[in-house]
């Protein structure tokens, strides 16, 4: 089954940058495994960190606005099209690594066919690949309602602000039931250093477990310096380490 790791937060916690670096360190500790990235926040900034620029979306397909770099082939079932479609709104970023972007999705409420159609190509597309790594709008349910797929690890991304950590802690109750047993748990990002036993105090009261500590760089290469700190904190997920894949 493919290994999956879902970043969450609020907009502007900085989990579309973590997801990048996770992203350049899996394919670092396994150059040989396939990525599949999925833009599920509204933003739609994650393809923009690699220089590229995707209009289609999964919404695009829901919509019937999607305009195709092919014409549509005939003869397919409705389940067969939402497959072939997208196949067609999949961008490369490299050789082994593709991305793909949901923008709006529907509520699980909705009775519309699509709806359960969508989330079962979705499913065999996550499939393909060794790993796949979701940029969440908001928390887990947004997610579950594009695709429902077992999630190994949950990064709630946070500022070290009390509200931020306030926030962080409503994600965690929204997440946990889509969390499907997996290990969920907070990554502190730009902490300043005068804030860090308050921060650290508060996250505790409200029972979150903190699983990485990032520092609020300033000088330097920034992407750089949270990329050392996310390799020391990945050796406490829940996913392969290099040689147990």
Request: net charge negative; proline share 2%; aromatic share 8%.
């Amino acid at each position: 089954m493919t290994r999956t790791l879902a970043l969450t937060g609020k907009s502007g916690s900085g989990k579309t940058t973590l997801t990048k670096v996770f992203c350049e360190i899996i394919k670092q500790k396994f150059p040989d495994k396939t990525i599949l990235l999925v833009d599920n926040d509204l933003t739609e900034q994650l393809s923009g960190r690699f220089g590229l620029q995707t209009r289609s979306t999964i919404y695009g397909i829901r919509s019937g606005k999607h305009e195709y770099k092919t014409g549509i082939p005939e003869g397919m079932s409705k389940q067969e099209y939402i497959e072939w479609a997208l196949e067609d709104i999949l961008v490369s970023v490299d050789e082994n690594v593709d991305i793909i972007v949901s923008w709006l999705v529907a509520s699980k409420d909705c009775r519309c066919p699509i709806t359960h159609q969508m989330n079962e190509a979705l499913v065999k597309l996550v499939d393909r690949y060794d790993f796949a790594i979701f940029d969440c709008e908001f928390d887990l349910k947004y997610l579950n309602q594009l695709v429902d797929y077992p999630i190994d690890t949950t990064l709630i991304v946070t500022n070290d602000d009390i509200e931020s950590i306030h926030l962080a802690g409503n994600i965690y109750d929204f997440s946990k039931k889509y969390a499907d047993n997996g290990q969920i748990g907070v990554i502190l990002n730009k902490v300043n250093k005068e804030n860090y036993d308050k921060t650290i105090e508060q996250v505790t009261s409200d029972e979150l477990e903190i699983l990485g500590i990032l520092d609020n760089y300033k000088d330097g290469n920034v992407e750089e310096s949270i990329k050392t700190k996310i390799e020391d904190i990945y050796v406490r997920l829940n996913l392969p380490q290099e040689g147990g894949f």
